[in-house]
């Protein structure tokens, strides 16, 4: 009786271990490969606009390969079936990718678009039968805690294969070998998500379940999906992604183009966000535990609007390492928490097919504000008169920097208080939560005391309405 009693716990911790190194050897394709793809992209004299639709378009149709995947969850009663094929489609999509942009180079970057179309949609048809699963196998009293380090650890793993992809690329560019040098990087990316479908492969699928299609219609719809606690956040969800992917394909254009970043600079900039999320990641954890998803969502609500901004104010390199440690610190709460959030508002049998609602309508969102801040790249003036007076700024990338943190604060403002937790959790008030992650590092006090000291009275009192 204790060894049958015992074995749906082993079987789950065994998964639950699988799944750490699945998310290792995942981490490692992101380090030196899709971090690197709009860099390449600009090796491959990539316009602008062309970098926007690049970081747009792929997810996009990527997420609609979501709902086929609860389509096929229905039509074939498979879930781990689907996360393989789809896994290995997205490891299989980094050899076109290699090759194919290096044998046409008259439409490289056309040809680079299209594979990373391939490799989303890989992702993407994976997606939603590994949320199903993932949400039967990590028991709720853990979740919170068990993501976080999950995602610690692609973190971890992600600044170190980032920074050694860094430097790789450095010395390759430094002996007039770049091309060669994001070959080596892609060619690792691939292998290390070969190493990923295995770990997938090994985890247990529980019985009985599968990410299914189902029609959210029928008597009273209409009148229920206006009262959606569901409905409501991923439209904020979206919204927030609008507002962000104005500016956040670009930054990678402005370091690389505009402030001529070497590729060690480039890679130093963009690990510093991914190290703050590191070491601030299973914090977050415990206090969406304890305390719910929502007040962290309105905690990193008070920076994100803030982070393009701060751009506009120095091009200074170590003023720019210090803004990415804030980035970090706030993106690590909020898309833990926003995720987190999805489980808790979702019922299981109805999973597959609202995640895939939602991220199609996020993907929307980032195509809708990349092509918005190409445009606006492309287009903006590098002067202009106001008052009386002649402002002149260094890139037209400053002015869509400024678009994107109004559009954030508007966004953040309007609707983060209409949001409501959905589970039973301690309360407690935005100024303690501050407190208890500023206890992880001392960047974290200094940015939320200057931030949150402004903000957190009329925050406060505009969230209890």
Same mark, same amino acid.
């Given at each position: 009786?204790?060894?049958?009693?015992?074995?749906?716990?082993?079987q789950?911790?065994k998964?639950?271990?699988?799944?750490?190194?699945?998310?290792?050897a995942?981490?490692?394709?992101?380090?030196v490969?899709?971090?690197?793809?709009?860099?390449?992209a @600009?090796?491959l004299?990539?316009?602008?606009?062309q970098i926007?639709?690049?970081?747009?378009?792929?997810? @996009?149709?990527?997420?609609?390969?979501?709902?086929?995947?609860?389509?096929?969850?229905?039509?074939?009663?498979?879930?781990?079936?689907?996360?393989?094929?789809?896994a290995s489609?997205?490891g299989?999509?980094?050899? $076109?990718?290699?090759t194919? $942009?290096?044998?046409?180079?008259?439409?490289?970057?056309?040809?680079l678009?299209?594979?990373?179309?391939?490799?989303?949609?890989?992702?993407h048809?994976?997606?939603?039968?590994?949320?199903?699963l993932?949400?039967?196998?990590?028991?709720e009293?853990?979740?919170?805690r068990?993501?976080?380090?999950?995602?610690?650890i692609v973190? @971890?793993?992600?600044?170190?294969?980032?920074?050694l992809?860094?430097?790789?690329?450095?010395?390759?560019?430094?002996?007039?070998f770049?091309?060669?040098?994001f070959?080596?990087?892609?060619s690792?990316?691939m292998?290390a998500?070969t190493v990923?479908v295995?770990?997938?492969a090994?985890?247990?699928?529980?019985?009985?379940?599968?990410?299914?299609?189902?029609?959210?219609?029928?008597?009273?719809?209409?009148?229920r999906?206006?009262?959606?606690?569901?409905?409501?956040?991923?439209?904020?969800?979206a919204l927030?992604?609008f507002?962000?992917?104005?500016?956040?394909?670009?930054?990678?254009?402005?370091?690389?183009r505009?402030?001529?970043?070497?590729y060690?600079?480039?890679?130093a900039?963009?690990?510093?966000?991914i190290?703050?999320?590191f070491?601030?990641?299973?914090r977050?954890?415990?206090?969406?535990?304890?305390?719910?998803n929502r007040r962290i969502?309105?905690?990193?609500?008070?920076?994100?609007?803030?982070? $393009?901004?701060?751009?506009?104010?120095?091009?200074?390199?170590?003023y720019?390492? @210090?803004?990415?440690?804030?980035?970090?610190?706030?993106?690590?709460?909020?898309?833990?928490s926003?995720?987190?959030?999805l489980?808790?508002?979702?019922?299981?049998?109805k999973?597959?097919?609202?995640?895939?609602?939602h991220?199609v309508?996020?993907?929307?969102?980032?195509?809708?504000?990349?092509m918005?801040?190409?445009?606006?790249g492309?287009?903006?003036?590098?002067?202009?008169?106001?008052?009386?007076?002649?402002?002149?700024?260094?890139?037209?990338l400053?002015?869509?920097?400024?678009?994107?943190?109004?559009?954030?604060?508007?966004?953040v403002?309007?609707?983060?208080?209409?949001?409501?937790?959905?589970?039973?959790?301690? $309360?407690?008030?935005?100024?303690?939560?501050?407190?208890?992650v500023?206890?992880?590092?001392?960047?974290?006090?200094?940015?939320?005391?200057?931030?949150?000291?402004?903000?957190?009275?009329?925050?406060d009192?505009?969230?209890e309405?």
């Amino acid at each position: 009786m204790s060894a049958t009693s015992q074995a749906p716990d082993t079987q789950t911790e065994k998964s639950l271990d699988h799944s750490i190194k699945d998310a290792g050897a995942y981490a490692v394709m992101i380090g030196v490969g899709e971090t690197y793809l709009s860099a390449f992209a @600009l090796f491959l004299k990539a316009s602008t606009p062309q970098i926007g639709l690049l970081a747009s378009l792929p997810p @996009l149709l990527g997420s609609i390969v979501q709902l086929m995947s609860a389509w096929l969850g229905r039509w074939t009663g498979q879930r781990k079936a689907i996360v393989l094929i789809g896994a290995s489609i997205q490891g299989f999509a980094w050899l $076109p990718l290699i090759t194919l $942009p290096l044998l046409f180079p008259d439409y490289a970057v056309e040809m680079l678009i299209g594979c990373v179309v391939l490799y989303h949609c890989g992702a993407h048809l994976a997606a939603p039968q590994w949320g199903s699963l993932m949400g039967d196998i990590v028991p709720e009293r853990r979740r919170g805690r068990f993501f976080a380090r999950r995602t610690q650890i692609v973190s @971890l793993v992600t600044f170190v294969s980032l920074t050694l992809g860094g430097l790789t690329l450095h010395f390759s560019n430094a002996s007039g070998f770049t091309r060669i040098g994001f070959v080596a990087l892609f060619s690792i990316a691939m292998i290390a998500r070969t190493v990923s479908v295995y770990h997938l492969a090994k985890m247990h699928d529980p019985t009985g379940h599968v990410a299914a299609m189902e029609v959210p219609v029928g008597q009273g719809w209409w009148q229920r999906l206006r009262r959606s606690n569901f409905v409501r956040f991923s439209i904020f969800f979206a919204l927030v992604q609008f507002s962000v992917s104005i500016a956040s394909p670009f930054f990678t254009v402005y370091m690389l183009r505009d402030l001529h970043y070497s590729y060690v600079a480039f890679t130093a900039n963009t690990g510093m966000a991914i190290l703050a999320q590191f070491l601030t990641l299973n914090r977050w954890g415990r206090i969406s535990d304890i305390f719910g998803n929502r007040r962290i969502l309105s905690a990193t609500g008070i920076i994100i609007p803030l982070l $393009p901004l701060m751009w506009t104010f120095s091009s200074n390199f170590w003023y720019l390492l @210090l803004m990415q440690a804030a980035s970090g610190l706030a993106w690590a709460g909020f898309t833990l928490s926003a995720s987190n959030f999805l489980y808790d508002l979702i019922a299981r049998d109805k999973r597959a097919t609202y995640l895939a609602i939602h991220n199609v309508l996020a993907a929307l969102g980032i195509l809708a504000g990349a092509m918005l801040g190409g445009y606006l790249g492309s287009h903006l003036p590098s002067s202009f008169e106001m008052l009386g007076r002649t402002f002149t700024w260094s890139s037209p990338l400053i002015g869509v920097f400024l678009i994107s943190a109004f559009a954030r604060a508007l966004i953040v403002l309007l609707l983060v208080p209409k949001i409501r937790e959905v589970r039973n959790v301690r $309360p407690i008030s935005l100024s303690n939560l501050i407190f208890r992650v500023t206890r992880v590092n001392a960047l974290a006090g200094v940015f939320f005391e200057v931030v949150g000291s402004k903000s957190k009275s009329s925050k406060d009192s505009a969230e209890e309405k």
